[in-house]
């Protein structure tokens, strides 16, 4: 698969693919990685060392700070894929140093997939292990 780059790099874990969209301000735990947000799909899952694959972010831009916070407390996903990269995510990873991509068919990613991210100065290649 391809896809846009938000933040270079390369990343390699397993999948944990949500349909719904995450925020993080409120429903991440900075501290654990774990999601919190009540009713969320990925409640009580943890996004550390994981390819965290969801459509879009929600909510506050504090998230950004969240996602960056993650990353201090090593509690990070390894790469973040979305369909769609809003301002929040994108500056978060930024902030972060997560490898970050956009623009791709995230339905084709399964929960558990082995998931290789190569991400480019402008492409991303994501190649993805049933």
Request: net charge neutral; hydrophobic share 40%; glycine share 14%.
């Amino acid at each position: 698969m391809k896809g846009r780059t938000i933040y270079p790099g390369s990343a390699e874990g397993e999948a944990l693919v949500s349909q719904e969209p995450l925020g993080f301000y409120g429903g991440v735990d900075i501290k654990t990685g774990v999601v919190i947000e009540k009713g969320h799909e990925l409640e009580g899952k943890c996004v550390k060392g994981r390819i965290l694959v969801f459509p879009y972010g929600k909510g506050s831009t504090v998230g950004s700070y969240v996602i960056y916070g993650l990353k201090k407390n090593n509690v990070a996903p390894a790469a973040i894929i979305n369909r769609e990269t809003e301002t929040i995510v994108a500056t978060g990873a930024i902030l972060a140093g997560i490898v970050c991509v956009d623009r791709v068919a995230i339905e084709e990613i399964e929960n558990g997939a082995r998931v290789t991210v190569h991400a480019g100065e402008k492409e991303a290649e994501i190649s993805v292990q049933k």
